[in-house]
């Protein structure tokens, strides 16, 4: 599909400013956590109670001008499930809906990075047309089409991502442990 190339985080966090409804500290600290934690910069808006889902949601929609699919109102076919492995589902987020021919569609995650996009259709071999959706509802979605895959595992990834982020820069370590040894050197 062409002009998915402009789906971007930076893109949104332009158009999310330009809205107002989110302040443009709140969206520095999202995209710089997302380069730091790997964590979609939609999902940390979210879960920092910056905006709800469904408002980011409408804003990707009218944005991008993608169609949105509440994956609790579609029944996702075994062969686009299958399309894709679990493991890259569950990372991304992603529930593919049906496959048409050499097409693939597939609900985001509110929203998910070109390269992404990408590679699903390069693992596919598919064409890919993405849907914007909800996290929440991809991910309940994904353990009810995979309910052997392990939820603990989930929140451990997620808890080791966050904790990537101490929210110290290396500078701030780097003068830390300056000032450790000089307090080593007074005898303190």
């Known amino acids: 599909m062409k002009g998915l190339e402009r789906i971007t985080s930076v893109r949104l966090a332009e158009a999310l400013a330009q809205t ?3 302040s443009n500290e709140q969206i520095s600290d999202a995209l710089y956590k997302q380069d730091n934690t790997g964590i979609p910069f939609v999902e940390i808006l979210v879960d920092q109670g910056a905006i709800a889902e469904w408002d980011l949601a409408k804003i990707v929609v009218q944005h991008y001008q993608l169609p949105f699919l509440s994956i609790k109102e579609a029944e996702p076919t075994k062969e686009a499930v299958e399309s894709l492995p679990e493991d890259f589902l569950f990372e991304n987020r992603i529930v ?6 050499d097409a693939l569609t ?9 390269k992404v996009l990408e590679q699903a259709g390069h693992l596919a071999k598919k064409k890919v047309f993405p849907l914007v ?5 991809n991910l309940e979605t994904l353990f009810e089409l995979f309910p052997d895959h392990d939820r603990e595992a989930e929140e451990v990834r997620k808890k080791k991502l966050l904790h990537q982020d101490s929210g110290e820069s290396e500078w701030e370590n780097i ?3 300056g000032d450790q040894e000089v307090l080593k050197g007074l005898g303190e």
Do not use: A, H
Request: charged share 10%.
């Open 20 to 22: 107002g409804q989110i």
């Open 96 to 101: 593919p809906v049906e496959l048409f021919g």
């Open 106 to 114: 597939l609900t985001m995650p509110i929203l998910i990075p070109y």
């Open 133 to 137: 959706g909800l996290f929440s509802e």
């Open 175 to 177: 003068f830390d442990m």
